[in-house]
């Protein structure tokens, strides 16, 4: 099967119990779906997958949906990526598309970390692509500040910018 960045899966457990995540990557570039998954100890859902996703287990998927995907990665208009916790996936994988594109504007991801976690969970490989693209101005936060309003009033003029936005509700 064959994905865009952005789009997203269900994950059908036996009971038919489902819930919808994003992959961190596109097919493009890699022919494994990757989810990042927040666990809660008492969720319904990310509750039970200790006891059945492990290596090896077969999980059912349905999908690909929606349209939450890069519209013109060759603008010359900047583009705004804003994440919450794990709404940095599909976030991530058009982050990753944006950067191979050719685009002819700056990029900014904004973004805050998972709450009680100290350092950003992805830090290490948002800030590699940051380095790999002068182009790419990158603001992570710990969770819980007043990071949206604080972050926007620091980007240049954003008349006609394209903005992403993802948390994980």
Same mark, same amino acid.
């Not at 489902?18 to 995540?21: E, P, V």
């Not at 101005?137 to 992570?140: E, H, I, K, S």
């Given at each position: 099967t064959r994905w865009q960045a952005g789009q997203y899966f269900t994950v059908l457990l036996n009971d038919d119990t489902?819930?919808?995540?994003s992959p961190v990557a596109s097919s493009r570039h890699s022919e494994l779906l990757e989810f990042h998954i927040r666990y809660r100890q008492h969720g319904g859902f990310s509750g039970r997958l200790p006891d059945i996703a492990y290596p090896g287990a077969t999980l059912r998927l349905q999908g690909p949906f929606g349209h939450f995907t890069l519209r013109d990665p060759h603008s010359d208009k900047p583009t705004v990526f804003i994440a919450q916790g794990t709404g940095l996936s599909p976030i991530l994988a058009l982050l990753e598309e944006w950067q191979l594109s050719q685009h002819n504007a700056n990029g900014f991801l904004l973004a805050e970390g998972i709450e009680g976690e100290q350092a950003h969970y992805l830090g290490s490989r948002l800030a590699t692509l940051g380095q790999q693209n002068e182009a790419l101005? +990158? $603001? +992570?936060r710990p969770s819980g500040s007043d990071w949206i309003? $604080?972050?926007l009033t620091k980007l240049p003029e954003l008349q006609g910018a394209a903005v992403y936005i993802c948390g994980d509700g």
């Open positions: 489902a819930r919808c995540y101005t +990158l $603001d +992570l309003a $604080d972050s």
